[in-house]
């Protein structure tokens, strides 16, 4: 039987970002699970080391959990699980449905992106992130070159959640859900939630070249086909994950 999973709540005003900070803490001795907010990162950062845009009224969190209670069946679709938690409680109060884009974006109904996750690993704690953009986004220009548009949900909803309401909110759902999920519920929610109908390209491939999801299988693997109808399997890059 799984632990329990609780953690301990803290909260920021302007930093730099929740991650650095986190292993900051964890250096200082911090031994139990924790939440770290903010109002606002300085230098958030997204995937691949991107700039993520962190203006004050988004959620803005990062979910410190001991490597003791992360489940070692379902590790690797982590990010998947949260995708779910996420795309589903934000669906519970907007007008329009959001999505899931293999692996783990979240999307609003015009395919714009509202939200972004990051799963790390520092020292024995899983340091599970994320960034949703709540009443503020970041305009046109400031998107790097092939990067999705942005959207928030403030226009998708008649609800304005509290920022550390609403992580607080998502991560207790994250910790039930790593206790009570099994891989094929997980993938099998997660196909419930995702947008099979759209082109995508390969992480940092910029030769322009698309693809169209087909199906995915237990360990996260995306089937596709390209324009020429050749099919190929693309591997979820959680480089941390794997890293047991």
Known sequence: MLKDITFEVIH????????????????????????????????????????????????????????????????????????????????????????????????????????????????????????????????????????????KLENHSDNKPNPLDFSILLCKDICEKLKTYDCKRIIEEWKKNAVFDIKITKRDDESGKTYKPLDIDIDGKLKVIDDNGKEEIFEPQFPHIHKI
Not at 17 to 25: D, G, W, Y
Not at 27 to 53: I, M, P, Y
Not at 62 to 82: A, G, H, Q, R, S
Not at 90 to 108: E, G, Q, R, S
Request: charged letters at 25%; glycine letters at 10%; a positive charge.
């Open 12 to 151: 920021k005003g302007i930093i730099e970002s929740t991650i650095p900070l986190s292993n900051q803490m964890v250096d200082e001795g911090k031994q139990v699970n924790f939440l770290l907010n903010c109002d606002e990162q300085t230098h958030g950062r997204g995937s691949g080391n991107r700039k993520w845009a962190s203006p004050r009224g988004n959620a803005l969190t990062t979910l410190n959990i001991k490597e003791i209670y992360m489940p070692k069946d379902t590790l690797k679709l982590t990010p998947f699980l949260i995708a779910i938690s996420i795309c589903g409680n934000l669906n519970k109060i907007a007008k329009d449905k959001f999505v899931i884009k293999w692996p783990n974006d979240i999307l609003c109904k015009d395919l714009y992106k509202v939200g972004g996750i990051l799963v790390d690993k520092y020292k024995d704690f899983y340091q599970l992130s994320f960034g949703i953009n709540l009443v503020q986004c970041p305009g046109t220009s400031e998107i790097r070159k092939g990067g999705r548009i942005a959207c």
